[in-house]
């Protein structure tokens, strides 16, 4: 079975500087994908990064960065230069290939409440 | 690429009616997810289609929600009788395969009174 957990309910940034965002996951998958989403006040679920459990680079988009380590079972979001339309839940999510059911699926965290402060 | 459709957008019912979601996923996506998001319990995974087959329902909270895949391009989550405790925001996702990223609909609150 796949776990995600996220431990900090919710963070605050100052505009302009630099935020992560906890992941940490469980899985016995050897082939997985970590995702991260970000779903603003309005409510739609916006696809960000996604990292590949055999990527040996980090994921990079824009000013979305993902601080992958496999060892440690961490997948770390971090925001550059944070801007006030950053406010939003954030939701880390593993996809593997489940054993039990020989089909793939995908699991969120709770997810990360971010504010930013101008 | 019209993305994941869902319908309605809100829903309000009373208790024990018979409500109906559907979602259009995107075209070429072979897996489709259901989840339900509430502020207790957060993003939950209801059930997941894979080639139009149910795959993993364990998710399902219980034998008042049913879900169907007739084909390719369309779902439905159903829930009969509905009761106060089933208002969240219910949304669909589809991806190529099921590795994601998931594509997700915009969602539908239904609100049971």
């Known amino acids: 079975a796949q776990k995600i957990t996220q431990t900090q309910p919710g963070m605050f940034v100052q505009e302009k500087e630099a935020v992560t965002l906890d992941c940490t996951y469980d899985t016995s998958d050897q082939s997985y994908g970590l995702f991260w989403y970000k779903q603003p006040s309005s409510g739609e679920m916006i696809f960000l990064i996604y990292q590949g459990s055999y990527d040996e680079q980090n994921a990079t988009e824009g000013r979305y960065s993902l601080n992958f380590q496999k060892a440690r079972k961490s997948a770390n979001l971090v925001i550059s230069a944070s801007q006030l339309g950053d406010s939003a839940m954030y939701f880390c999510a593993i996809g593997g290939y489940d054993t039990e059911t020989s089909y793939d699926k995908v699991i969120f965290g709770p997810g990360t409440s971010l504010s930013v402060i101008p | 690429d019209a993305g994941v459709i869902q319908s309605p957008r809100h829903e309000v019912t009373e208790m024990g009616q018979e409500v109906t979601l559907r979602c259009k996923p995107i075209?070429?996506?072979?897996?489709l997810f259901w989840y339900r998001q509430t502020m207790m319990r957060g993003l939950e995974l209801l059930i997941y289609f894979n080639n139009n087959v149910p795959i993993d329902d364990s998710g399902m909270p219980e034998d008042r929600f049913s879900a169907k895949m007739p084909n390719a391009s369309f779902s439905t989550l159903k829930i009969q009788p509905s009761e106060p405790r089933d208002s969240a925001v219910y949304f669909c996702?589809?991806?190529?395969?099921?590795?994601?990223?998931?594509?997700f609909g915009n969602g539908t609150r239904l609100t049971v009174t």
């Open positions: 996702a589809s991806s190529f395969l099921g590795r994601g990223p998931l594509h």
């Open positions: 075209s070429g996506h072979n897996s």
